[in-house]
């Protein structure tokens, strides 16, 4: 692991939208993907070494209550992670590190962040996972929103959300 400033990481998220155009967003979400791993072993040490045992063996709640606990150390900001409508996770903080309120995005932008969680995710649970984020501080909204769900659950609300739809009226529709 390795320390990244909060403005290291704004700034090479702004250079590469500057210069990369719309391919800053694979860029940033594919190098999220390759940290992935190495969070996961990091989040496993840091639970061993507090006595909880491995993060796939612990009660949903204690887990979202460490995962939150585990972000904030590493510096990402204020975490918590909950459920919505029962079929998604959601990671909601009102400073995430990655996000630039100065930045004025039309759409939500925390790439590297979505791969990130996607990866680390998908690891704790067993299975693939994938993230998208729904509300981002970097496109005015007070804070950051994150779903992490099933690729088919994710697509739907992707598809829900180009018709107009919001995410939690897409999720209602599934259940």
Not at 100 to 120: E, H, K, R, T, V
């Amino acid at each position: 692991m390795v320390g990244l400033t909060r403005d290291a990481l704004t700034t090479l998220r702004s250079v590469l939208f500057r210069d990369a155009g719309a391919n800053a967003a694979s860029y940033l979400q594919e190098a999220g993907y390759a940290g992935g791993n190495a969070l996961h072993e990091a989040f496993g040490k840091w639970c061993e070494g507090r006595g909880l045992g491995a993060p796939e063996t612990m009660a949903a709640p204690e887990f979202e209550g460490r995962a939150a606990e585990f972000f904030w150390e590493l510096g990402w900001g204020v975490v918590k992670v909950g459920m919505l409508r029962d079929s998604v996770l959601t990671l909601d903080s009102s400073d995430w590190a990655e996000a630039d309120p100065a930045s004025a995005m039309q759409f939500p932008g925390c790439y590297l962040s979505a791969g990130l969680l996607a990866d680390f995710f998908g690891r704790i649970a067993g299975v693939q996972l994938v993230v998208m984020e729904v509300e981002c501080r970097s496109m005015g909204s007070e804070r950051c929103r994150f779903l992490v769900g099933s690729s088919e659950t994710i697509q739907h609300v992707y598809d829900a959300m180009v018709q107009g739809l919001t995410y939690d009226a897409s999720l209602e529709q599934m259940a």
